[in-house]
């Protein structure tokens, strides 16, 4: 859909090879409300979509460097815990599942924000961020960034690290 097209735009531009990817969904039933608007999954559905299907296929990926989190549902999922996308975005967390994922805000939010100007830069940023840690980069690690900038104008990175998703990850 729309979001899938913003998605590979935005990795288009920072020229991702996506050979070597593996994409999935942390929910393979999207729900719905009325059978047509999509809606944002409750907890349960998460669960039960997780332990069934997404963290096998997580565990099943040889040598994954790093793991993308897109929007809040997946990084809540992937990290065991609630995440506050809008201020945890482009930090650099660590799962039982990889030891960098990187939360973005979802191209949804982006496109229900008529993809905002500044929005975008810090998804861009954000892909950045992944992009370099594909290349075998490490972050910088200062202050993390959620918009706000620093007191010398920068928007600076931190890596965060999580205790193992009380469910069966």
């Known amino acids: 859909g729309p979001a899938g097209r913003l998605l590979m735009k935005l990795l288009a531009e920072l020229g991702f090879d996506l050979t070597n990817a593996y994409l999935t969904n942390v929910c393979k039933c999207m729900p719905t409300d009325d059978g047509r608007r999509f809606r944002k999954p409750l907890p349960d559905e998460v669960a039960a979509c997780t332990a069934k ?3 096998p296929e997580l565990r ?3 040598n ?3 793991l993308v989190a897109v929007g809040g549902v997946a990084a809540s999922a992937i990290l065991g815990r609630e995440v506050y996308i809008t201020r945890e975005r482009g ?3 660590r799962s039982p599942f990889c030891d960098r994922v990187v939360p973005i805000l979802h191209p949804s939010y982006l496109l229900r924000q008529n993809e ?3 929005l975008m830069r810090l998804t861009r940023e954000d892909l950045a961020l992944v992009r370099s840690l594909v290349d075998g980069d490490e972050p910088p690690s200062t202050a993390r960034s959620n ?6 104008g920068s928007a600076g990175r931190s890596s965060v690290e999580v205790e193992p998703p009380a469910h069966d990850p």
């Open 53 to 55: 299907w997404t963290f």
């Open 60 to 62: 099943a990926l040889p």
């Open 91 to 93: 930090q650099v967390c």
């Open 116 to 118: 905002d100007p500044e």
């Open 147 to 152: 918009g706000a900038s620093g007191a010398d």
């Open 64 to 66: 994954l460097r790093v």
